[in-house]
Nanobody, 122 residues
């Protein structure tokens, strides 16, 4: 069982930056791939980024490549999402998820946090 708690969301102007954090419980954090999803009002939840257990592999949705960076600190049981050059289309509730590297991509059979709101004003 893994419990995930996101933090770091907030209101930011277009062009600004935020760093989201997701703290995980449990002693086997490094064995899980981690991912970030987001859900905008009236839209389905969508994949944003994933990272494998030892940080050797990452993957992003096209619209955030070059702007967002996923990273993790296994000593702190925490995964991060650094978001730069934010635009209003990035406004959403952001969720972290833990599971296998493949499952994290699709958000299936994974653990979820409660989400943190990111609002980007124009």
């Amino acid at each position: 069982q893994v419990q995930l708690v996101e933090s770091g969301g907030g209101l930011v102007q277009a062009g600004g930056s935020l760093r989201l954090s997701c703290a995980a419980s449990g002693r086997t954090f490094s064995s899980y791939a981690m991912g970030w999803f987001r859900q905008a009002p009236g839209k389905e939840r969508e994949f944003v980024a994933r990272i494998n257990g030892d940080s050797s592999s990452t993957y992003y949705r096209d619209s955030v490549k070059g702007r967002f960076t996923i990273s993790r600190d296994n000593a702190k049981n925490t995964v991060y999402l650094q978001m730069n050059s934010l635009n209003p289309e990035d406004t959403a509730v952001y969720y972290c998820t833990a599971g296998s590297y493949n499952d994290v991509l699709f958000g299936r059979n994974t653990y979820w946090g409660q989400g943190t709101q990111v609002t980007v004003s124009s």
